[in-house]
């Protein structure tokens, strides 16, 4: 079973930059689909990016679209934000499905996914 850990989290004022890194241990992510989602208080979690076991296909929720990049290897997820709002205020997860290697799908519901981090929390002040 892969254990995920996120870094990266921080304060930055609106318009500014952040880089979340989710890495595996235990084994490698190469059999597996991975996302991100974050969670607001007092709201529900929410999907963020997705990206495929190959790292071929990935999807993004609306609201991060041109501003928010996901991309991995073969131990470490990223997730490159720019344009920083206050909205973007939460707690951002790191999630993991196994997949069949000739899976090329990434998922968008957190009911799809198996594995989670502790997260990691990004705060944008305006």
């Known amino acids: 079973q892969v254990q995920l850990v996120e870094s990266g989290g921080g304060l930055v004022q609106a318009g500014g930059s952040l880089r979340l890194s989710c890495a595996a241990s235990g084994r490698t992510f190469t059999t597996y689909a991975m996302g991100w989602f974050r969670q607001a208080p007092g709201k529900e979690r929410k999907f963020v990016a997705g990206?495929?076991?190959?790292?071929?296909n990935f999807g993004y929720a609306d609201s991060v679209k041109g501003r928010f990049t996901i991309s991995r290897d073969s131990n470490t997820m990223y997730l490159q934000m720019h344009s920083l709002m206050p909205e973007d205020t939460a707690i951002y997860y790191c999630?993991?499905?196994?997949?069949?290697?000739?899976?090329?799908?990434?998922?968008?519901?957190?009911?799809?996914?198996?594995?989670w981090g502790q997260g990691t929390q990004v705060t944008v002040s305006s």
């Open positions: 990206i495929s076991r190959s790292g071929s």
């Open positions: 999630t993991a499905r196994s997949v069949a290697t000739t899976n090329f799908d990434f998922y968008d519901t957190a009911s799809s996914y198996f594995t």
